[in-house]
């Protein structure tokens, strides 16, 4: 059922070091899969090698059940955007565009048909007859997304192809993709270093580090449930605290106190809490949940105020509302909510 | 980039027929028949011996070590200023004046060794000795201009005006700021316009007369009554020099500093 | 004082260029066109009309147009090529390239004479192999100076068009191949295309060096084949024709001129099309 499927890839550039390890990862047919890490995780390696310009020194990429592993770049039929567009400086936009159409020998009225179309989908109609350095860096990035687009690729692979634009520019330009990739129903691959702009847009995610894949789910479910330490970081997540487990639903803290969790997918024997700074309460009367602590830091983000709370779980941040604040010393009670508090691999 | 059989087999064969050629002079140099042949019969050192205790040769060379150190630094004392001068002020011009300097360039040499010889040596009457200096002076001049000038357009200013808040005048700051801070160019510069001068062949063909002879016009002159191995010895001898004035600025500067 | 300074300094050098430069040529050549007050162009129509001197003329633009042609179709794949490889192996071959352009003209025109002349290693070759009995009249030919022409000016088309194509951006070559081009189409596609005002470059430095280069054309083509740079020495001092001389001294460097103003806006209109990052 899977139409992609890379099986144990592994990739090193000089047989020492190895950029990606037994990497195996299956999508379907229609989705958009990120894969979403910090720099020299692999991510774009793993896209390149799905684009076929790095050959693998092992493993297998199938595409529904044709084996691709040894078939040359030019061969794949897959689109790529790359992060510096990579656009032809001496051709015209229409030119651009048309270029992987002219190399399939269609004819010329088709080309022009489907150029056109292609530029009017991207919102880039009347831009045609340009040249590439006349035009704005978001435009340039439709360019470069209408040329892959326009040879109807089996397959879309973009390689941070927001990472050059502003920041405004990005968020409207992330809607775009999906929007067009929705319309077309094309799966696409989708690398980024930006986890906000990968978790909007994308319908399964694959958290990358040091060449392999720590966690692949849904962006919802790795919000709400990250699998390790490094994903958890990776996300968002602060307030990291060893325990041990007594059942599925309780775990021990180091200072003896049990704290209650909605389901852990974690069964070994030792395990790291985590909570976010935002899913953490503070309450005013103590009980046996409660996490007493004093504050140490308070600092503003605006919508809320940040406190860094010593307690004996270790040093927590907390994010408090407006309406009730506390200041330098002050004593504070936190509770961790069951299906907030997330029970992360050792 | 991909590389591709076809382009590698012509990159090949283009480097072959670059290095075989001057290989070739290197065999023959060890020649001990007469006239230069190839395969060469035996072994010998003789016509290194003989052009290194060529009185004609030897003082050719001097010369041409001596006119072209001197003319290349001619160039440097009238080259680094005018650069810098146009590189740092705002000249009415510059783009003219700029112009003027790499003009040698566009004249062709023969040319202008030519009416240099008419003018100075016929007309005016000075010795070749300094019709030869300016001669070489007129070909260097541009590779200075050229090579220090970007140099001088790329260097930030600001560490000559701070030494200038400091109490420097302008010549000093310009001798103790601006010089070692280019002083990489001016090296390739004058490495770049020393080996042009001394390997010149046209102005220094005009501008040559009893005794005062560049290196590459007495290995002319010879060449048109002989060709033994003698001139294999000396083109060898060069291109050692050659080498070793590569590796000089590999480790200096850098060769891709020249290229 | 502060305003003129940079006048100042340049002046020694605009003094020295205008005495030792301008003045000697405009000595030379005014002569030439003008008689006392009037303009004429009797000497130029006279050498033209001369079937001797035209020869030699047509011999030196078509020589330098067909030494830019040959070193243009090698120098395109062996620039590609280094291009191509990491960077140490760059630098070896980028200092390989290097070497023969510091090596004297004399020295590498003598290598062809040991190739090409009458007991030089073709002949010798050929007799050995029975392909001929007498030996082949190579040198003082045409194909003598193209080949001595070719290997002096090699190089620098060389390093000319690698400063070009290391601009060219892999990645460009890669979304080709993504789109369906082969390596090689990706090659012609892209670049070739880009590769032309570095080209052009390397064509003007090419042409207008075998154009008044003098070394190559008297070793290999010596009197029996002659181009314009031999033909002037020899009208200077063999002959004491300065006239003759001075006609072919302003001939030359308003071909030089032509040729270069000709190739920089056939450049120029290249460049139109852009050829900065996209």
Request: some cysteine; glycine content about 6%; charged content about 15%.
């Amino acid at each position: 059922m899977s139409f992609v499927n890379l099986k144990d890839i592994r990739v090193s550039y000089d047989g020492k070091q190895n950029i990606l390890k037994d990497l195996s990862i299956d999508m379907k047919k229609g989705e958009l899969v990120s894969l979403l890490g910090p720099s020299g995780c692999g991510k774009t390696t793993t896209l390149r090698v799905i684009a076929g310009l790095i050959k693998p020194q092992a493993g297998q990429f199938l595409l529904e059940t044709q084996n691709l592993t040894k078939v040359p770049v030019h061969k794949r039929n897959f689109g790529m955007v790359f992060q510096s567009y990579a656009l032809f400086p001496h051709l015209t936009i229409a030119e651009n565009v048309a270029f992987g159409l002219k190399l399939r020998k269609e004819k010329k009225a088709v080309i022009d048909e489907k150029v056109k179309n292609m530029l009017a989908i991207c919102g880039l109609e009347n831009l045609g007859e340009r040249y590439p350095k006349q035009l704005s860096g978001g435009q340039r990035q439709r360019v470069a997304l209408a040329r892959a687009l326009v040879i109807e690729p089996e397959l879309l692979l973009l390689d941070e192809p927001l990472s050059n634009l502003d920041a405004k520019l990005r968020v409207a330009m992330r809607i775009e993709i999906k929007r067009i990739q929705q319309r077309l129903g094309i799966t696409t691959v989708f690398v980024t270093h930006d986890q906000e702009e990968c978790f909007s847009i994308s319908d399964k995610v694959a958290i990358m580090n040091n060449g392999i894949i720590e966690q692949y789910d849904t962006p919802e479910v790795i919000y709400r449930r990250p699998k390790t330490k490094f994903v958890a970081q990776f996300i968002g997540f602060e307030n990291f605290f060893s325990v041990i487990r007594v059942d599925e639903k309780h775990y021990k803290a180091d200072n003896g106190q049990v704290f209650t969790t909605a389901a852990a997918d974690s069964d070994g024997e030792t395990a790291t809490a985590t909570i976010r700074p935002e899913d953490i309460e503070i309450v005013s009367s103590a009980n046996e949940d409660t996490v007493a602590g004093r504050v140490v830091v308070r600092t503003f983000l605006g919508k809320s105020y940040q406190y860094e709370i010593a307690t004996e779980l270790g040093t927590l941040l907390v994010n408090g509302s407006a309406e009730q604040i506390y200041a330098t010393n002050d004593p504070i009670l936190l509770v961790f909510p069951a299906e907030k508090l997330v029970i992360l691999d050792n | 980039m991909h590389k591709q059989k076809g382009m590698t087999i012509i990159a090949i064969c283009v480097f072959l027929f670059l290095f075989l050629p001057l290989c070739l002079i290197v065999v023959t140099s060890f020649g001990t028949a007469a006239a230069i042949q190839f395969p060469i019969k035996g072994f010998t050192l003789d016509w290194y011996a003989k052009a290194l205790q060529s009185e004609t040769f030897m003082s050719s060379f001097k010369l041409s070590l001596i006119i072209g150190g001197l003319a290349t630094l001619l160039a440097l004392l009238i080259g680094v200023p005018a650069a810098y001068a146009l590189a740092r002020y705002s000249v009415k011009g510059k783009n003219l004046i700029k112009s003027f300097f790499l003009s040698p360039t566009v004249i062709p040499g023969i040319v202008v060794g030519y009416s240099l010889f008419q003018f100075i040596v016929i007309q005016l009457g000075l010795p070749v000795f300094q019709g030869l200096l300016m001669g070489h002076f007129l070909i260097s001049l541009p590779y200075i201009i050229r090579v220090v000038g970007s140099s001088m357009e790329q260097m930030d200013y600001s560490i000559e005006e701070v030494a200038w808040t400091l109490g420097c005048t302008r010549l000093r700051a310009f001798i103790q700021i601006v010089l070692p801070n280019v002083s990489s160019g001016i090296f390739a510069a004058f490495m770049l316009a020393f080996v042009n001068s001394f390997n010149n062949v046209p102005v220094s063909m005009f501008l040559s007369g009893p005794g005062v002879t560049m290196l590459p016009t007495s290995l002319l002159s010879y060449m048109e009554y002989n060709y033994d191995p003698t001139v294999s010895a000396i083109s060898v001898l060069l291109m050692l020099l050659t080498i070793a004035l590569m590796f000089l600025i590999e480790k200096t500067l850098g060769l891709a500093s020249i290229a | 004082m502060n305003k003129n300074v940079p006048y100042f300094i340049v002046a020694p050098g605009i003094i020295l260029l205008l005495f030792f430069l301008m003045l000697p040529l405009i000595n030379s050549i005014w002569p030439t066109l003008f008689a006392g007050q009037a303009v004429m162009f009797g000497n130029y129509l006279d050498f033209f009309k001369d079937s001797y001197n035209l020869s030699i003329f047509w011999r030196t633009i078509r020589i330098s147009g067909i030494v830019t042609l040959i070193t243009i179709l090698l120098g395109i794949p062996t620039a590609y090529f280094i291009a191509g490889v990491n960077k140490k192996w760059r630098g070896i071959l980028m200092a390989l390239t290097l070497f023969p352009l510091l090596t004297n003209s004399v020295i590498r025109s003598f290598a062809w004479i040991n190739i090409l002349g009458k007991s030089g290693v073709v002949n010798t070759l050929l007799i050995k192999l029975g392909i001929i009995h007498q030996p082949l009249n190579l040198l003082y030919t045409e194909f003598a100076i193209i080949v001595g022409s070719v290997y002096l000016f090699l190089p620098t088309m060389i390093m000319t068009l690698v400063g070009v194509m290391e601009t060219i951006e892999g990645e460009t070559l890669e979304a080709a191949e993504t789109l369906g081009a082969s390596p090689f189409s990706a090659f012609c596609k892209i670049v070739l295309p880009l590769s032309v005002p570095g080209t052009i470059v390397g064509s003007i430095l090419v042409f207008t060096g075998t154009l008044t280069a003098y070394t190559t054309p008297q070793l290999l083509g010596g009197n029996q084949k002659m181009m314009m740079s031999t033909f002037l020495y020899q009208k200077a001092t063999t002959l004491g024709d300065w006239n003759s001389a001075s006609v072919l001294a302003f001939i030359m460097i308003v071909v030089t001129l032509i040729v270069m103003k000709l190739l920089n806006s056939i450049a120029k209109r290249v460049d139109r099309r852009e050829l900065n990052r996209a």
